[in-house]
């Protein structure tokens, strides 16, 4: 447990910091400043990822092998991401169910705006497929799951070569004596 336990930490703070940014969004009713707080969480997700890696090493005495900075940070992000997901399924499945009707609607204003530059039959085919998805069906969130799980394993391993500090005095204590 005390190996995992910045993982843990700082992935839940991860998650509430992912559900807080989503709620902020939608209780100022600021449906155009999504993707500017898409942005914020991401570079967030970024810190509190680095934070556990570094927090790990450090209580690891100032070193820490890729593999082990790996560990810690994809487990932060495992937990930050999947509860924020998680929190995102019950939110538009539960709570507020018509936010997902009204982003439908926005796609399809958005498809139908883009008109002349995909050609008619491709909008038509896009904008049925808006209308009949059930984005929240079990392969959809199975696929968001999975999704998170993929993306936070690239970050960690990204942020993991540069987390990771060799112990110098390694090698002497492998081929000293």
């Not at 155009?32 to 970024?46: A, E, H, L, P």
């Not at 994809?74 to 999947?82: D, K, N, S, T, Y």
């Not at 169910?97 to 204003?109: A, G, N």
């Not at 690239?154 to 390694?170: G, H, M, Q, S, Y």
Request: one cysteine or more; aromatic letters at 12%.
């Amino acid at each position: 447990m005390n190996q995992l336990s910045p993982a843990i930490r700082f992935g839940l703070f991860l998650a509430a910091a992912s559900i807080l940014l989503s709620i902020i969004p939608y209780l100022l009713d600021m449906k155009t400043m999504t993707m500017f707080f898409g942005v914020i969480s991401f570079i967030i997700s970024i810190v509190f990822m680095f934070l556990s890696g570094t927090s790990e090493r450090d209580s690891l005495g100032g070193f820490i092998t890729w593999k082990q900075a790996l560990k810690t940070i994809w487990i932060c992000g495992l937990i930050g991401f999947g509860i924020g997901t998680l929190y995102q399924v019950v939110f538009m499945k539960y709570i507020d169910p018509e936010l997902m009707e009204e982003q439908k609607e926005m796609q399809i204003k958005m498809m139908e705006g883009m008109r002349g530059t995909m050609g008619d039959e491709a909008t038509e085919a896009q904008i049925e497929r808006i209308q009949s998805e059930d984005v929240m069906s079990f392969k959809n969130i199975s696929m968001m799951i999975g999704g998170s799980a993929i993306m936070a394993f690239f970050i960690a391993a990204i942020l993991a070569l540069i987390v990771k500090r060799d112990n110098p005095n390694e090698l002497f204590d492998k081929y000293g004596n």
